[in-house]
Structure formats: structure tokens, C-alpha cells
């Protein structure tokens, strides 16, 4: 079975641009998640989406949006691109989302860089 | 505000022995979970072992164990029989409740010497 993928994996930006990072969970699994990872640091918790709704939001600006589709597919969108934005962009998946442990899936990654 | 804190930005271990990787949090959830991450230097995050906050046993997952005191608010990683590819950052996270959110420490990088 397929694990979690994001695409792409690596990309590299200039300051003020936007960048689509996409995201698909294990199948079966109809919650995703985005972190930031920035170097040296943990990862930061972005979004949670369940069921194709928002379920839960980091301390991000609006510059960063996220939806789920159908499939449970998710995209995180991230607008006027800054230089902090450089990071690595975690998502990961879980069966559900709720009150019970529901241990999560990290796909690979995409590694953004903004120049 | 919820809060991990991992106070050991490295440890060195000699292959073969135990390590203790700390971990302390903060909440004021009565429900919530505790998790260790192994993330090798190719990136991807591991899930190694959970533990519930009304767990009253200690978790246990092969060569792992995690050391949780409720009242002190702490969750040690124990790797017993440290291998070479055990070197790597060790995340400890909390998730809350409604499990919508989860924070990670700042992680501990972990040596592991031949």
C-alpha cells in the first residue's frame, strides 16, 4: 500500500510569489494534516482537515489556506511568499480525527525555498 | 497554552547501551496523548510509540519505552540497546483532545557511537 505523498518535492521560489503544495493521504484515511518545518527547529502545526473541513488551525497568517477534496486530497496554498517561509512542509494522515489516538502517517515532505 | 520542552539538544550514547531522551509538557487538558517522532537525516518523521494520559501502564514498543510521569508532567523516551541507526532527531508531541492539533518539541538529537 501506498504510503502518504506530497509533490513536489523540492521547489524553489522568489519573495512575493505564490506556492501550491499538494498532498495525498494513505488510503482510507480521511484526515490531513500540514506542519512547518523549519531547519533546526520541530515541526510547527499549520491546518487539520477532516471530512473536507477545516478542523483545526495553527498560529499562521491568512497568507496560508488549505483545502481538502473529495477524495481527501489536500493542497496547502501559500501566498506573497517571505523568506521565513523556507521550510520543510510536512503532511501527514490519519484515519480519523477525534478524541481517541489516531496515530499519524508524514508523507516525505516538499523542501520550499524562497530566494 | 500547551507546551513540549526538550531540554537536551544532543546526547551522545555508546551502541549497545540504554538512552534517555526527556521530555517535559504543559496542559491544562485532563485528556490528551503523548508521542515520540524519529526523523532520519532523509526527512521523514517516524512514529515510534503513544502514550494516553489515563493510561495507567507505561507504553511499551519493542526496544522502546516511554517513561511517563503524570504528576510531574514529563514523557521519557527510553531507547534500551542502542543501535547505529537509532542516531537521528527524536521529536516528543502532544495531541489534545479533539485530536485536531498536535505541538512538537524543539527535538533531540540523538549520536550514536560505534
Known amino acids: 500500500d501506498a504510503g502518504v505523498t506530497q509533490s513536489p518535492t523540492h521547489l524553489i521560489k522568489t519573495r512575493g510569489q505564490h506556492v501550491t503544495l499538494r498532498c495525498s493521504p494513505i488510503?482510507?484515511?480521511?484526515?490531513v494534516s500540514w506542519y512547518q518545518q523549519v531547519l533546526g527547529q520541530g515541526p510547527q502545526f499549520i491546518f487539520q482537515?477532516?471530512?473536507?473541513?477545516?478542523?483545526g488551525r495553527g498560529n499562521f497568517p491568512d497568507r496560508f489556506s488549505a483545502r481538502q477534496f473529495p477524495n481527501y486530497s489536500s493542497e496547502l496554498n501559500v501566498n506573497a511568499l517571505l523568506l521565513g517561509d523556507s521550510a520543510l512542509y510536512l503532511c501527514?494522515?490519519?484515519?480519523?480525527?477525534?478524541?481517541?489516538?489516531?496515530?499519524?502517517?508524514f508523507g516525505p515532505g516538499t523542501r520550499l525555498t524562497v530566494l | 497554552a500547551q507546551k513540549i520542552t526538550q531540554t537536551q539538544p544532543g546526547m551522545f550514547v555508546q551502541e549497545k547501551e540504554a538512552v534517555t531522551l526527556d521530555c517535559t509538557y504543559d496542559?491544562?487538558?485532563?485528556?490528551?496523548?503523548l508521542f515520540w517522532y524519529k526523523q532520519p537525516s532523509s526527512g521523514e518523521m517516524i512514529f515510534l510509540i503513544y502514550?494516553?494520559?489515563?493510561?495507567?501502564q507505561n507504553a511499551t514498543e519493542g526496544r522502546y519505552s516511554l517513561n511517563f510521569q503524570k504528576a510531574r508532567k514529563s514523557a521519557n523516551l527510553v531507547i534500551s540497546a542502542s543501535q547505529l541507526g537509532d542516531s537521528a532527531m527524536y521529536f516528543c508531541?502532544?495531541?489534545?483532545?479533539?485530536?485536531?492539533?498536535?505541538?512538537f518539541g524543539a527535538g533531540t538529537r540523538l549520536f550514536v557511537k560505534a
Open positions: 501527514a494522515s490519519s484515519l480519523v480525527a477525534g478524541p481517541t489516538f489516531n496515530e499519524q502517517f
Open positions: 496542559t491544562s487538558d485532563q485528556s490528551y496523548g
Open positions: 508531541a502532544m495531541g489534545n483532545t479533539g485530536g485536531f492539533k498536535t505541538i
Open positions: 482537515y477532516y471530512e473536507k473541513e477545516e478542523r
Open positions: 488510503s482510507g484515511h480521511k484526515s
Open positions: 502514550q494516553g494520559s489515563y493510561d495507567e
